[in-house]
């Protein structure tokens, strides 16, 4: 229910998430449960807008997991390339 849901602190709402990504079975109520706890999570959701924050961010060890630049024919990689869109998971 998502007047319950909204009702859970966030970090128990990240918890029953995560929890139930991996067993879905693709049954409705899992999609439209998912999607409530999406919800919840993106409306409590404020980022972090500081400078000494963004510097941190870009300042780490980042790897490289898939690029079309690396999947290009005749004559290989090219040796520069732009990256458009960055995402950091932090747990």
């Given at each position: 229910d998502n007047m319950t849901t909204n009702k859970l602190?966030?970090?128990e709402v990240k918890r029953r998430l995560l929890?139930?990504?991996p067993r879905m079975m693709g049954t409705p109520?899992?999609?439209k449960l998912v999607e409530s706890y999406i919800n919840v999570l993106e409306d409590r959701?404020?980022?972090v807008?500081?400078?000494d924050f963004l510097n941190l961010a870009l300042?780490?060890?980042w790897q490289l997991l898939f690029s079309t630049n690396l999947l290009s024919?005749?004559?290989g990689p090219k040796s520069n390339f732009?990256?458009?869109e960055m995402y950091q998971s932090i747990q």
């Open positions: 602190p966030t970090l929890d139930l990504l109520e899992e999609f959701y404020q980022p807008q500081t400078l300042q780490g060890d024919g005749g004559g732009r990256i458009k």
